[in-house]
């Protein structure tokens, strides 16, 4: 089945390291790099320019698959397909699997990233806004934290959008074990001392910063 051993562990490795580079947890490091551009879980560019570690890991990854077609001799095709849907929903399995059995506090803590925000302006100083977004518990315990939420889109000229929900804060969340929760808030916003921010508009796939004391963690 193999024409060279060497090169499918040393595909499996370099894998491995590709999946360390950007393993989304305890973090989402798409937050951090607001990528525009991705490749197999790589940001390869935002709107800054290239980011060069994910160009590192995405010639990684490709050259892992180039070493494993090469040291397999049988079912090239079909064993390469199977690595690259494992690599793409490995990390998640993992991270569930942790939360489920050993993760305590907000570790346990999952978000689908599907959250959405609508802000409306009332006058000049005023705002109503709403944001919803699901969490899911994963431990055998209550947990409590408060809740951030970050500017995650590209605005012109830096305009503040999602994080204006913060000054209506600080929002103290708690979700009991094992459970999923929708989570809605509702405020009315004043902005007579909030410069460079928006008139109103709406946003989805909004990220959040969850906090419990000295633990936080970008979502």
């Known amino acids: 089945m193999f024409s060279s ?17 950007y393993f989304p947890f305890p973090n989402n490091p798409m937050v951090e790099t607001q990528a525009r551009t991705i490749f197999m ?11 060069s570690l994910g160009i590192t890991g995405s010639v990684l990854f490709i050259a892992a698959i180039i070493l494993l077609a090469i040291g397999l001799k049988k079912y090239r095709l079909r064993t390469t397909i199977i690595v690259v849907i494992a690599y793409t929903i490995l990390p998640t399995l993992l ?7 050993l993760a305590k506090g907000i570790d346990a ?34 947990v409590t934290f408060e809740l951030e ?3 995650s889109t590209y605005q012109e000229d830096d305009l503040r959008m999602e994080s204006l929900m913060n000054l209506a804060g600080p929002h103290r969340v708690t979700i009991e074990a094992n459970q999923k929760r ?17 008139g109103g508009g709406t946003s989805k796939g909004i990220h959040i910063k969850i906090i419990d004391g000295e633990t936080l963690r970008i979502l």
């Open 41 to 51: 879980s790589f940001p390869i560019s935002n709107y800054d320019g290239s980011i």
């Open 5 to 21: 051993k060497v090169a499918v562990m040393i595909s499996l490795i370099t894998l491995g390291i590709c999946m360390y580079l």
């Open 109 to 142: 803590i999952s978000y689908n990233g599907e959250g959405a925000c609508s802000f409306d302006s009332v006058d000049e100083d005023l705002m109503d806004a709403k944001c919803n977004l699901s969490l899911h518990n994963r431990s055998n315990e209550a």
């Open 182 to 198: 929708r989570i809605n808030f509702k405020e009315s916003l004043n902005l007579s001392n909030v410069p460079n921010h928006i």
């Open 149 to 151: 939420f970050l500017d």
């Open 95 to 101: 991270i569930t699997m942790y939360q489920e059995t």
